[in-house]
Each structure stands twice: as C-alpha cells, then as structure tokens.
C-alpha cells in the first residue's frame, strides 16, 4: 500500500465517524490522512469543517487558512469561513465571504449551507441552524421545504412567532405541501398551543407527511397533560 492509499484509508475511516456525527472521534484519522497527504485541500477542509462543529474556531480557522494556501478556489472553505464569521457577529464579511463561495459554486455553497444548518439542528443548537437557514436564503428564496425547515429552527429556538410568518409565505407558495403544514404545527406546538398544532398534524397527514402519526401521538400527550394541570 502505497501512501496515498493509506491517506484514504485514514480518510475513510475518518468519515465513518463523520457519518455518525462522531466528530472527536474523527480528528486523529483525519489528520493522520492530511499529514500524509499535506497537498490535499479536500483533507485540509474535513479538518477545518470537523473543528468547527467541535467549537473550536481558532483551529477551524487555522485550517481554512491551510486550505486556501492550497487552493485559493475551494468554495466550501469560503462557506465555512461565512459560516463561522455570521456565528461571531462579523455580519459584513460573512456576506463577503459567502458571495465568494456562491461566485464559485452557487448550487453546492447552498447544498452546504442546508447540511450545516441542518447538522447544527442535530446538535440542538437551533439559534445557530436559524443563523445558517437564513444564510442559504439569501442565496435562494423559492425553495418551500428548506423555508420551512427555517420556521422549524426559530420555533426550536423560541421564535415561533418569527417562524409563523415563514409559514405564512411557503403556504402561499405551495399551499398543498405537507412538510409546510408540519411546520405551522411545530411553530404552534413550541407555543404550546396544541389544538392548531394536531390541527395541522392532521392536514400534513392528509397531504403525505411520513410517519405523521407519531408526531400526532406525541402531541396529543403533551395536550392531556396541559389539560390536566388547568
């Protein structure tokens, strides 16, 4: 085995962690394929990308800068460093940052914003996913289910008042879509107003919503239990 087949292996056996949101446990193959492989911008990211969801952003950062010395075109460096620049309240150069990454590649920069956003909602980090849905937005606007994933995040992080008026738009946009009413009912379940919620449990059912009966049934005992304390 030659090194830059072990330089996959290492690579690979990172990923199966990465895969599992495993990310403490991904560091040590990951840098151990980046060391052997040292011109490999591709590792170079993993690294910067797998620091970042650990909280550690002067390394995240550190790597970025690594990845850009070997290639000064890798978009998704460039949405990661607009990520972590919204993340730190550096409004204007995460814009700047991330009209960068959109010049390179519009559609992955707004694949990769979705995937952070959405592994950030994993985390139960939600006011962070809100910061990132809001990010992929700007790039494009018309997209009903990830609008709808945004009202999701808001109401996940106690704006569901905020997340409403997503609602309101994407149904609009696509009154028959089921994943529009589920947000609607999550944004009312987070209020604790549990009668609209099921309300609009019912109608996702009705429109195809996937396993809409647990949610249903996760509800209706949050409302026996609010009935029995009035």
């Known amino acids: 085995m030659d090194s830059f087949e072990l330089a996959e292996q290492k690579f690979e056996e990172a990923c199966q962690h990465l895969n599992r949101a495993d990310y403490a446990q991904a560091l040590k193959p990951l840098m151990d394929a980046f060391k052997i492989d040292e011109t490999n911008d591709y590792y170079s990211y993993r690294l910067a990308e797998t620091y970042y969801f650990l909280g550690d952003y002067n390394r995240a950062l550190r790597f970025i800068d690594v990845t850009w010395d070997l290639n000064d075109d890798n978009w998704a460096a460039f949405c990661l460093r607009a990520v972590i620049a919204r993340e730190l309240k550096e409004r204007f150069f995460a814009s700047g940052y991330l009209s960068h990454a959109v010049s390179l590649d519009r559609v992955n920069s707004y694949k990769m914003l979705f995937l952070i956003g959405h592994s950030r909602m994993v985390q139960r ?101 609010q009935a029995k304390t009035k």
């Open 125 to 225: 980090k939600y006011d962070l996913a809100v910061q990132i849905f809001k990010m992929m937005m700007t790039i494009d606007t018309s997209v009903v289910d990830d609008i709808g994933l945004v009202a999701c995040a808001l109401a996940e992080s106690g704006c569901s008042d905020e997340g409403l008026v997503h609602c309101e738009r994407i149904l609009k946009l696509d009154p028959e879509n089921a994943f529009s009413h589920y947000a609607v009912a999550v944004c009312h379940e987070k209020k604790e107003n549990y009668i609209p919620a099921l309300e609009w449990l019912f109608k996702a059912k009705e429109l195809g919503l996937k396993d809409a009966d647990s949610d249903i049934n996760r509800v209706l005992l949050l409302y026996e239990k």
